[in-house]
């Protein structure tokens, strides 16, 4: 379909096997009997539970081992995301720490700042959240602006950010702020970490369709951010920003929300043995499975060094796409029938799904990158 993109091998390594088999009998062990999964990933966080694979190792998998990472591939990170969202496990409170902020410092921070937080990351014991959405902005990412005035030893923040995930529980952000008053669209822009309980900033908690305090409103007021805590070049905050994006949207998480309700839909096409569900099924499946090789296509090519910015947005649109038909079409499929664990499951599915085509960029925009880079406007 698209010629331009030169997809690489989308087999998992032998090795993968074993420590997925690893990763099941972790989880069978430690998540309580009749734990039931939340359908949105970022939502359910227990900071035990991130602790605890800290403590096996399942954080930081592919960082250097003197910031407390453990130098494993992005094949094996791939297999224990991907058997976590299997199985719904609470891992919103590391998640993003995990997945981009960790691998953002990592590439771009200071000395100091990796020593600082990655191992605390990599232990399941320090949180980050992003900085990015602002109210007015929308998706425009390049209209933002909270100014972080430059004065002495640092800046001082005013602003808001919007939709920010895990900011009444978690410790730190790392926030798109403008670093030159006057500056507009993509320059004078740069990334700073924020301590989230410092002085003047507040959090509102945003309540959810479902009921759920999950994303917040943050407010600045004169906040002080230290020189220390600019994170790579003033000014330099756009393409940091734009290499960040191609960790949040590529992995597992963009396609696997809704899987617990084809597990669900699975248990009953069996009792039911209707034709039409057993059909509905296998394309729901085909469709997961070439998801699936795309998404592992693009952990090739950051285990390769590369930065796959347009494929990772194809793998966002697409499985964002997916995620949502799922609990449309079990429901028509179903005609009302649902009950017991499918109807809960359902239900919470369907709350959750207004909002999957809009975090991380929504489809408007990720279709605008992918066809900028086939040469089209």
């Given at each position: 379909m698209f010629p331009d993109l030169a997809w690489p091998s989308a087999s998992l390594p032998a090795e993968a096997g074993l420590l997925r088999k690893e990763v099941r009998a972790f989880l069978q062990q430690v998540l309580p009997a009749g734990y039931r999964p939340n359908s949105d990933f970022g939502s359910g966080g227990d900071a035990a539970f991130s602790r605890q694979l800290g403590q096996q190792g399942w954080i930081g998998m592919t960082w250097p081992k003197k910031y407390g990472g453990h130098e494993r591939s992005f094949f094996e990170r791939y297999v224990v995301t991907e058997e976590l969202l299997a199985a719904g496990a609470p891992v919103g409170h590391h998640w993003i720490a995990d997945r981009q902020s960790g691998p953002l410092l990592l590439k771009f921070g200071t000395e100091k700042q990796r020593a600082t937080y990655l191992p605390g990351i990599a232990a399941g014991e320090i949180f980050f959240s992003i900085g990015m959405s602002e109210p007015d902005s929308g998706s425009d990412l390049a209209s933002i602006r909270s100014l972080a005035r430059p004065v002495e030893a640092g800046y001082l923040l005013n602003g808001r950010k919007l939709w920010t995930s895990g900011a009444d529980h978690n410790h730190y952000m790392i926030a798109l702020v403008r670093t030159e008053p006057g500056s507009e669209r993509h320059a004078g822009l740069s990334q700073v970490i924020l301590d989230l309980k410092a002085e003047g900033l507040s959090v509102r908690p945003i309540r959810s369709m479902t009921g759920q305090y999950h994303f917040n409103e943050v407010v600045f007021e004169d906040v002080f951010i230290p020189q220390?805590?600019?994170?790579?070049?003033?000014?330099?905050?756009?393409?940091?920003?734009?290499?960040?994006?191609?960790?949040?949207?590529?992995?597992p998480e963009r396609f696997l929300s809704t899987f617990r309700v084809l597990v669900e839909l699975v248990g009953c096409a069996s009792e039911a043995h209707s034709d039409r569900m057993l059909i509905l099924i296998g394309r729901l499946v085909a469709h997961l499975m070439t998801l699936r090789r795309m998404s592992i296509s693009v952990a090739a090519m950051l285990e390769a060094g590369n930065n796959p910015v347009?494929?990772?947005a194809l793998v966002k649109e697409l499985g964002n796409n997916f995620e949502k038909t799922i609990p449309e079409l079990a429901r028509l499929a179903l005609e009302g029938r649902a009950s017991g664990q499918m109807q809960a499951t359902l239900e919470d599915a369907l709350l959750h799904m207004p909002s999957f085509t809009i975090r991380g960029g929504t489809r408007e925009i990720l279709r605008g990158i992918i066809a900028r880079s086939l040469g089209l406007r």
């Open positions: 220390e805590q600019l994170v790579g070049k003033p000014g330099n905050g756009w393409h940091q920003v734009t290499s960040e994006l191609g960790y949040e949207r590529s992995g347009i494929e990772a």
